[in-house]
């Protein structure tokens, strides 16, 4: 089944934002939680999917709402994702 261009794009650019959080360690909580996720037992791959849903949850909310981005909700949120038990 081929692939739709514009869902490529949208996951290229959630790649992109995790890329560069984890290239500038800003937040160091992005590494950090990605680091947890892969020694609980998730593949790479697995961990950034989960990192990307927050990415994603995060830009939704912020246009929804049409206010600033919120560092300390973003971080919270990465730091509750499930490790695999």
């Known amino acids: ?3 739709d261009p514009k869902i490529e794009r949208l996951h290229q650019a959630i790649n992109t934002v995790i ?3 984890l290239a500038a360690n800003d937040p ?3 590494r950090l ?17 989960l990192i990307g849903h927050v990415v994603v949850k995060e830009v939704l909310q912020v246009l929804a709402a ?3 981005f919120d560092q300390a909700r973003y ?5 509750a994702l499930p490790a695999r038990s």
């Open 1 to 3: 089944m081929p692939v």
């Open 19 to 21: 890329e560069r959080q």
């Open 28 to 30: 160091p909580e992005m």
């Open 33 to 49: 939680t990605l680091e947890r996720l892969v020694k609980s037992g998730l593949a790479e791959t697995e961990a950034r999917t």
């Open 66 to 68: 049409g206010k600033a």
């Open 75 to 79: 971080i919270s949120r990465l730091q």
